[in-house]
């Protein structure tokens, strides 16, 4: 039973480019949520998707989108990257409205030059 | 920003040791729930306590929640090395989580 899976593992960007972090939750679930942590800090809410729509957003600019597929899978993309973007990015995977714990991945390791 | 705050921010023991790290949020929930990383790593759930209940426990791990006070306590038993790493405390709403600062616990063989 695979769990959360995320690509690639690490990346290194510029300022300004754009980036996109991929994600596949665990078998069964059917929500996908994406989360920022900087270092020292702890995870922040960026947003959820549920049958490919964006249901909930966490306080992240316009330059954070997504999308979710219809096989679960969920993309991040971030436009226009700043310094401050560098951070680990993690996804996590429930069944909607299932108040259970969320499965995470080892999350996308983003650094910005 | 964060929901709330832990504490205490660092906490060093010696193998065997009991470790409590406490979390403290500020709205409403549906559950919290206790996570730990490793170093660089993914978010590994430990316990969820929904908000109808007090007290739970699993293995090592004991957790309380006081509603009316937004505190949570989680206590590890027995410490063991391999405990070493950060624990995070995270509100839930809507499966909506909003974690805590965080306790790095540090275990001494």
């Known amino acids: 039973d695979a769990g959360v899976t995320q690509s690639p593992t690490h990346l290194i960007k510029t300022r300004g480019q754009q980036v996109t972090l991929r994600c596949s939750p665990k078998?069964?679930?059917?929500?996908v949520s994406w989360y920022q942590q900087a270092l020292g800090q702890g995870p922040q809410f960026i947003f959820q998707?549920?049958?490919?729509?964006?249901?909930q957003r966490g306080n992240f600019p316009d330059r954070f989108s997504g999308h979710q597929f219809p096989n679960y899978s969920s993309e991040l993309n971030v436009n226009a990257l700043l310094l401050g973007d560098s951070a680990l990015y993690l996804c996590a995977s429930i069944v909607w409205g299932g108040n259970q714990p969320q499965h995470f991945g080892d999350g996308t390791r983003l650094s910005i030059l | 920003s964060q929901q709330g705050e832990e504490d205490p921010q660092a906490l060093s023991i010696q193998e065997g040791e009991n470790a409590t790290m406490n979390c403290s949020y500020k709205?409403?929930?549906?559950?919290l729930q206790w996570y730990r990383q490793n170093s660089g790593r993914g978010l590994v759930h430990l316990i969820l306590?929904?908000?109808?209940?007090r007290e739970k426990h699993s293995g090592r791990l004991r957790v309380t929640l006081d509603t009316s006070k937004k505190s949570s306590s989680l206590l590890i038993t027995a410490s063991r090395a391999a405990d070493t790493a950060s624990y995070f405390c995270?509100?839930?709403?809507?499966?909506?989580?909003?974690f805590g600062t965080g306790t790095r616990l540090q275990v001494f063989p």
């Open positions: 078998s069964g679930h059917d929500t």
């Open positions: 995270a509100t839930s709403l809507a499966d909506k989580l909003i």
């Open positions: 998707y549920y049958e490919e729509e964006e249901r």
């Open positions: 709205t409403s929930i549906n559950n």
């Open positions: 306590i929904r908000s109808n209940e």
